[in-house]
């Protein structure tokens, strides 16, 4: 095992990346999620704290929200799996202590393994008992490789000083986790019948998520957020999604809730523009201002 690691070690620092594909250690990945953990040490008392995947951090602006009267943190992630939600909870939610969470639920992270977003937390955050959890839950290689990989990075301090680019290519880091995305539009493609196919593991693990959050009275809001219309409707099964989170508490599916068009509001075929955050951000605020959701916050 010594070997092994020592191995591995020294073949993930200087093998090209076309040789070790079964490490996928990014420090300081797309995403921002290193700046996201970096800023979260510093959090307390927040109105608002947001849980997700791609479609938190880049779909819920803080801006937006502290200029409506609300202090808030993104803590969404690439991919994020109730597996990874479940870790971050147990790590920041006591810290953070917010009034409210929004947890954007996007039906297709109930049906993937988590293997992406487990590489972007062990990569980007401190590795503890509930990382070592997640890697034999998830039993998958290069989760196993990345982590004994970052086990060694964290002991001799390798990024030490390490400082990530506000801005990266068409991404711009802003505080309170959220990332905006250089302008830019969509441009519309058919696309293909298809039906979500959930895993029961998911499903169970935010079950989990869902009752430790409810132990501890912090109100919560599900939200689906607006993904490019002609691929929502391509989907057979939304109902039973619907079905399956409404029966958890209070959810909000902003695909039958706006209007937006393909190439005006989406950067790619199921992420907003800044164009449609602005307009998905306003429409929820007013609408959970209205239901009380919000009442008693400011």
């Given amino acids: 095992?010594?070997?092994?690691?020592?191995?591995?070690?020294?073949?993930?620092?200087?093998?090209?990346?076309?040789?070790?594909?079964?490490?996928?250690?990014?420090?300081?990945?797309?995403?921002?999620?290193?700046?996201r953990i970096n800023e979260v040490q510093q959090v307390q008392n927040v109105d608002i704290l947001f849980l997700g995947s791609s479609h938190a951090y880049r779909g819920f602006d803080s801006r937006i929200f502290t200029r409506a009267g609300y202090s808030s943190f993104n803590l969404g992630s690439s991919s994020q799996?109730?597996?990874?939600?479940?870790?971050?909870?147990?790590?920041?939610?006591?810290?953070?202590?917010?009034?409210?969470?929004?947890?954007e639920v996007?039906?297709?992270?109930?049906?993937?393994?988590?293997?992406?977003?487990?590489?972007?937390?062990?990569s980007n955050d401190k590795n503890d008992?509930?990382?070592?959890?997640?890697?034999?839950?998830?039993?998958?290689?290069?989760?196993?490789?990345?982590?004994?990989?970052?086990?060694?990075?964290e002991l001799f301090n390798i990024n030490e000083g390490f400082k990530e680019p506000k801005v990266k290519h068409?991404?711009?880091?802003?505080?309170?986790?959220?990332?905006?995305?250089?302008m830019s539009h969509y441009i519309k493609e058919a696309?293909?019948?298809?039906?979500?196919?959930?895993k029961k593991k998911q499903l169970t693990r935010f079950d989990i998520v869902v009752e430790g959050i409810n132990r501890k009275n912090i109100p919560i809001v599900f939200v689906n957020a607006p993904i490019v219309p002609s691929l929502y409707h391509s989907y057979s099964n939304n109902d039973e999604f619907d079905q399956l989170i409404?029966?958890?508490?209070?959810?909000?599916?902003?695909?039958?809730?706006?209007?937006?068009?393909?190439?005006?509001?989406?950067?790619?075929h199921h992420h907003l523009n800044q164009s449609g955050v602005a307009i998905f951000n306003k429409r929820l605020i007013e609408i959970l201002e209205n239901d009380g959701s919000l009442s008693g916050i400011k």
């Avoid at 993937?112 to 937390?121: P, R």
Wanted: proline letters at 5%.
């Fill in 170 to 182: 068409n991404d711009t880091y802003i505080s309170g986790g959220y990332v905006e995305r250089k």
């Fill in 1 to 35: 095992m010594a070997f092994y690691i020592t191995l591995l070690f020294v073949w993930g620092q200087y093998a090209p990346p076309f040789l070790k594909p079964n490490i996928a250690y990014i420090i300081g990945a797309k995403g921002h999620m290193y700046s």
């Fill in 129 to 153: 008992i509930h990382s070592a959890k997640m890697v034999l839950e998830l039993n998958h290689p290069k989760v196993y490789n990345t982590y004994l990989f970052a086990l060694v990075n």
């Fill in 246 to 268: 409404s029966g958890k508490g209070k959810y909000l599916n902003f695909n039958n809730l706006l209007a937006l068009d393909d190439s005006l509001h989406f950067y790619d």
């Fill in 81 to 103: 799996t109730p597996i990874q939600t479940h870790i971050l909870l147990d790590r920041y939610l006591k810290k953070i202590h917010p009034k409210l969470i929004i947890y």
């Fill in 191 to 198: 696309s293909k019948s298809d039906e979500w196919k959930f």
């Fill in 106 to 122: 996007y039906p297709e992270v109930f049906c993937i393994d988590g293997v992406e977003s487990s590489l972007d937390l062990i």
